[in-house]
């Protein structure tokens, strides 16, 4: 499996705060991924990034920032956290063939 | 519009006995198909992939799926489960921009 990890695994935040989650892969990967699972729906995407410092918005964007300033890391950023971030978010990364995507461990978020 | 169909959202299997979980999926072009499982707080690892070719493909653990071209369908199947199977499994197609579109998951109990 392509070494990927996450930080924090888990955050309790209040509503209104900045919140950053980072990913961190090892594999070189160009491409990488940021999704949400919530009860009843399979993982949506937040934002995606294609290089270092690019980036595109993916199904569910509203709230999100993302930024790449080097290949292993891809930062998740919520400006002001709101209830309805409260998921589980999940990085992903893949080479430039882009056929296999590998997940990193999950975030848990609860905003309060 | 893609899409993904799980139409079970949970299935009940004796330990031992066969499994079979459902996957359609709505895509105008040769699809990529993947199966990923989530076990119970865990991340998510990737079970089995179908590119091209055979239209059975065997992944891990001992699962194998089926690919339907007439039947739009993507059927993972174990011919026997063992109690640490018990997860949630999703379908996911990818589409001609690299980008995945997943089923909502079907969670998997096993009864002993």
């Known amino acids: 499996d392509a070494g990927i990890t996450q930080s924090p695994r888990h955050k309790v935040t209040e509503t209104g705060t900045p919140v950053t989650l980072r990913c961190h892969q090892t594999?070189?990967?160009?491409?990488m991924y940021w999704y949400r699972q919530d009860p009843g729906h399979g993982l949506r995407l937040i934002h995606y990034?294609?290089?270092?410092?690019?980036?595109d918005k993916g199904e569910v964007s509203d709230g999100y920032s993302v930024s790449r300033s080097k290949t292993e890391d891809f930062l998740l950023t919520l400006e002001s956290a709101t209830s309805s971030q409260t998921s589980v978010y999940f990085c992903a990364s893949t080479g430039t063939k882009q056929e296999t995507q590998y997940f990193g461990p999950g975030t848990r978020l609860l905003v309060l | 519009a893609q899409s993904v169909t799980q139409p079970d959202i949970h299935i009940t299997v004796s330990e031992g006995a066969s499994l079979e979980l459902r996957c359609n999926y709505s895509y105008g072009a040769t699809p990529y198909l993947f199966w990923y499982v989530q076990s119970p707080g865990q991340g998510l690892q990737l079970l089995l992939k179908y590119f091209s070719g055979d239209t059975l493909v065997q992944g891990i653990k001992g699962f194998e799926a089926e690919f339907k071209r007439s039947q739009s369908s993507f059927n993972l199947r174990k011919p026997s489960v063992h109690w640490s199977d018990a997860a949630e499994y999703f379908c996911v197609v990818m589409d001609s921009n690299y980008q995945l579109i997943w089923g909502a998951g079907t969670k998997l109990i096993i009864k002993p």
């Open positions: 594999e070189n990967h160009r491409y």
């Open positions: 990034s294609y290089g270092v410092k690019d980036t």
